[in-house]
Every structure is written in structure tokens, then in C-alpha cells.
């Protein structure tokens, strides 16, 4: 889903590469809020999580139950989301599902696959993906999609907005390119980039949105087509860890509202630490 003029922002932060968490440090007010308040001990259970990609294959012995799978095809009045057992299309939805299970392994997990083979998809097939999962109340929605179209950037925009007050936390993955590309660059999603640290259990606060957070997404090891695994690179692969953080905090804390929860993400990231006279 690209193809439109791509423009230069080299200001955006997209991931972190040759810098380290004390490279990123941020001092921030109020009072601490640890890992171990936020999600540790939260498993995910009872939080719903849906993966709004190529699809997920069921079974894998790394994504474990699917609860629900669903996927988007093209009718003569439009794109219609219905129930389907097709699996992944690629691979990718695969991968991304992998990734929220190890992170909270007892959350529900469901897919709607808004991508065909090679990766192939419209604006129009990830609206409506998108626009039912968020409509459904899904508690987490996993996007490693994003479109570089401007003209879905309203409709996005407001499908965010209206996602933000029914809370359900849209965790959208920024564009694997310094490019603008909807909707990981709202306000109203949580957004998240790639680090490139070996610590596999490692997220970062960014001083310099809009990429909120860095989470491992370099060279790590996910879920793949046939009960297979690979090594694979990209932001999409650092925003179902991020997801799955997200289904820990409310199964921890479950009335958080959407500006609670990421509230909660950037005072126990591992760069932020809580000190006096504002950010360095």
C-alpha cells in the first residue's frame, strides 16, 4: 500500500540505529511508574487482541490458538469484511501474531487479513479491516500496515480518533522508510519503531516523535508460513511487541483509558527515569 510521491523528512525518527538507551535518555515528572506496576505478572488474559494483516496461520506452533479469523474481499458494492479460514496469504500476519503471543501468551488473539499474496492490498481493503476491528471493541489492534496515500489520511485520522474514545489501542508500526504514512503518524495510535539492541525484552521511549516508542525489531527471530521460523528486520516486527505490552498493562489494569495506558508505556520505558527540572 505505497506508491504515492515520497517525501523528504528526514527528521523522522523511524528507528534507532548507532544509538543506545543512554543515548535517548529522558527525565520526566511525576511519580514512577515500574515495569513491574505496569505489566509484569500480566500474562494478557481476558484482553483481546486482533492482528489486521495478511492473515495468521492457525496452529503455529509459535501463535498457538487463533480465536477468530475474518478477512476483507472486494464485492460489487465494496470491500466486505467476513468470516474466513484461509490462513496467511505471506507470511507477515504470521509473524507479527508470534510476536504478541511469546510477549502476553495468554491474551486472545484473532486475525483479520486485509493483505493477499506478495504482500498485495488497497487503502480500501485496510480501511475496512481496520474500521470493523475497531468497531468489533477488540481491546489491542495490531497494524504493521501503513499507507503512504494521502487521501485515506482523513478518514484515518478520524478512524483513530473514534478507535482512542471507544478504547481500543491501535498499535501502528511507522513506515520502514523516513516517509510520511498514516496512521502511525496520529497522536491518537501508539506508534512504534525498531532498536537495534540485543536485549529482547527492551523498549524505548523516542525524546524525538513522532515514533513514540523502540522496541526490538532488527534481526529477530519470528513465526513463518508451514510451522517455520526466520530472521527478519522492520518495524512491522517491533509493533506486536509493543501490542503485547499493551494486553499485559490491561490485563493488569483493565479501566485504563488509551492516554492512561500510553502514559503507563512511557514511564517504565527503560530511558525514562524520574528527576527534576524537565528533559535534558
Same mark, same amino acid.
Given at each position: 500500500m505505497s506508491g504515492a510521491p515520497r517525501r *523528504?523528512?528526514?527528521?523522522?525518527?523511524w528507528n534507532l540505529r548507532g544509538k543506545g538507551p543512554d543515548d535517548v535518555a529522558v527525565v520526566a515528572d511525576g511519580e514512577p511508574v515500574t515495569p513491574a506496576w505496569a505489566f509484569e505478572g500480566g500474562a494478557g488474559r481476558g484482553v483481546r487482541v486482533c492482528v !489486521? #494483516?495478511?492473515? !495468521?496461520?492457525? #496452529?503455529?506452533?509459535?501463535v498457538g490458538r487463533v480465536d477468530g479469523s475474518w478477512g476483507v474481499v472486494t464485492t460489487e458494492s465494496g470491500p466486505e469484511v467476513r468470516e474466513s479460514a484461509d490462513g496467511d496469504a505471506c507470511g507477515h500476519g504470521t509473524a507479527c501474531a508470534g510476536i504478541v503471543r511469546r510477549v502476553a501468551p495468554e491474551c486472545e488473539?484473532? *486475525? !483479520?487479513?486485509?493483505l493477499g499474496e506478495r504482500f498485495t492490498g488497497t487503502g480500501d &481493503?485496510? &480501511?475496512a479491516g481496520l474500521r470493523w476491528a475497531v468497531r468489533q471493541g477488540f481491546d489491542v489492534v495490531n497494524l504493521s500496515l501503513s499507507t503512504t496515500r494521502a487521501r485515506f489520511a482523513a478518514e484515518l485520522h478520524a478512524l483513530a480518533d473514534e478507535a482512542y474514545f471507544r478504547r481500543t489501542v491501535i498499535v501502528a508500526s511507522a513506515h520502514n522508510m523516513p516517509v510520511e504514512s498514516y496512521p502511525w503518524r496520529f497522536a491518537s495510535v501508539i506508534s512504534v519503531g525498531s532498536h537495534q539492541e540485543d536485549d529482547q525484552d527492551l523498549y524505548l521511549y523516542n525524546p524525538a516523535p513522532p515514533v513514540e516508542f523502540f522496541a526490538p525489531g532488527q534481526n529477530v527471530t519470528a513465526a513463518w508460513l508451514g510451522g517455520t521460523t526466520i530472521r527478519t528486520t522492520g518495524n512491522s516486527f517491533a509493533t506486536p511487541f509493543v501490542a503485547g505490552l499493551c494486553a499485559r498493562v490491561l490485563s493488569k489494569h483493565p479501566r485504563l483509558t488509551t492516554f492512561q495506558l500510553k502514559n503507563a508505556l512511557y514511564l517504565s520505558a527503560a530511558n525514562v527515569h524520574i528527576g527534576t527540572g524537565g528533559a535534558p
Open positions: *523528504s523528512a528526514a527528521r523522522l525518527s !489486521v #494483516d495478511s492473515g !495468521v496461520e492457525h #496452529d503455529h506452533p509459535l488473539l484473532y *486475525s !483479520v487479513r486485509v &481493503m485496510l &480501511m
